[in-house]
């Protein structure tokens, strides 16, 4: 049984013409998906700063560029919708165990066997939040570490990005308060959030809510 309907056919939408960039307005722009080091080496810090060894899940792995920083130091896995994403990632990251998986399912995973869970850039292709973060926090161990980065929705990312995110089936944009709720009710405690202009500019990085993008960093709460 899923979690939640299936609203588009993802494996279909997330193929090598996505991740190319000739069906995303945002890999056109970079001249496909790549390892852009200021962003994914951004994202590692960013982990390390809460925890630095154990099992580590990246949701929505595509290519394996953030699970690649983590191999050595981390036991790493990943899932991908898109059956391509995988087959790259097996390059990208071989000490790494991947596997084929809609988001929309339960995780393949038993309850506590992760240390960190990273989901970036993946909840704005998605609906239904609220269930996978509990999923999420079902494979955490309390005291786990969750990472999240995500568009922010304001007034301005409509101006700006409008038309973009809806090329890019960016169905479930949440705005920065939102996500604090879906956190705070999945059973996380926040210890770190920013937002910022992009996560290509590190240094900028603001307190308040109006960036275009968002990052949660929290923690899975004890069980009582």
């Known amino acids: 049984m899923t979690l939640l309907p299936k609203q588009l056919s993802y494996k279909s939408v ?13 890999y056109w722009l970079t001249g496909g998906y790549r390892d852009l080091a200021r962003v994914f080496d951004g994202y590692a810090v960013d982990v390390r700063r809460h925890c630095t060894g154990g099992r580590l899940l ?11 920083r983590f191999e050595g130091d981390f036991e790493t896995f990943g899932v991908d919708v898109s059956e391509h994403a995988i087959e790259e990632a097996r390059k990208t990251a071989p000490g ?9 399912e339960p995780l393949p995973f038993a309850d506590r066997s992760f240390d960190v869970v ?4 993946l909840l704005e292709h998605v609906p239904g939040t609220p269930g996978i973060l509990a999923e999420v926090a079902r494979v955490l161990r309390p005291g786990g570490i969750l990472y999240i980065t995500t568009p922010n929705r304001t007034p301005w990312r409509r101006v700006i990005f409008g038309v973009a995110d809806l090329m890019e089936h960016h169905t479930n944009l949440l ?30 990085r603001f307190s308040w809510c109006l960036g275009l993008e968002q990052t949660y960093i929290a923690r899975r709460r004890a069980e009582a």
């Open 14 to 26: 997330y193929d090598a013409n996505y991740f190319s960039g000739k069906k995303s307005f945002f």
């Open 58 to 68: 990246d949701v929505g792995c595509a290519y394996g560029f953030l699970l690649r």
């Open 96 to 104: 790494s165990q991947l596997q084929v998986h809609n988001v929309l």
């Open 118 to 121: 990273t989901i970036t850039d």
């Open 175 to 204: 705005s920065y308060r939102q996500l604090g709720r879906y956190l705070d009710g999945a059973g996380f405690e926040v210890v770190e959030r920013f937002t910022s202009l992009s996560a290509a500019i590190q240094g900028w």
